[in-house]
């Protein structure tokens, strides 16, 4: 759950004036056994992350505000597509005329890859496995070569 704790940390960073509070919720597994290369995608993650915030001073830090950073962190962080409910939805439960309990709802699905390891917590295919830290790298630059060259 990496998306979880990365959007986690963010968010506790941002000023807000409350008590925050965080789980992940309806985590669905859809189970893959792709292999890719010498790695195996073994299954993607569904998952919905709900923030809660109690004691949040809107009159001082306004729920736009919060929304918007969300929002860009979210369009930054998470290629979101792919998501049924792309969009974080916010419930404003104002509790005095200062204060209000916000709690943020934000689908996630992650690619849970592993690769072969020889001390690997995991058996599949009668091979032990570790969990992979799945990085894509990105070309900045290519040229094509005649296999003469």
């Given at each position: 759950?990496?998306?979880?704790?990365a959007l986690t940390t963010f968010i506790r960073q941002l000023p807000h004036g409350g008590k925050q509070e965080q789980w992940p919720e309806n985590i669905e597994l859809k189970v893959s056994g792709k292999h890719d290369g010498t790695k195996?995608?073994?299954?993607?993650m569904s998952y919905r992350a709900v923030f809660s915030i109690e004691g949040y001073t809107y009159t001082t830090y306004?729920?736009?505000?919060?929304?918007a950073q969300?929002?860009?962190?979210?369009?930054t962080n998470d290629d979101r597509e792919k998501?049924?409910?792309?969009?974080?939805?916010?419930?404003?439960?104002?509790?005095?005329?200062?204060?209000?309990?916000?709690?943020?709802?934000v689908e996630f699905e992650e690619d849970v890859y592993i690769t072969?390891?020889?001390?690997?917590?995991?058996e599949?295919?009668?091979?032990?496995?570790?969990?992979?830290n799945r990085e894509h790298d990105i070309a900045e630059s290519a040229s094509v070569v005649s296999k003469d060259e």
């Open positions: 759950m990496k998306k979880f704790t195996v995608l073994l299954h993607t306004h729920i736009e505000q919060l929304s969300i929002v860009a962190w979210l369009g998501l049924d409910d792309p969009m974080p939805n916010i419930d404003v439960d104002l509790l005095d005329d200062e204060t209000a309990i916000i709690e943020i709802t072969p390891h020889e001390e690997g917590e995991i599949y295919g009668g091979q032990r496995w570790r969990l992979e």
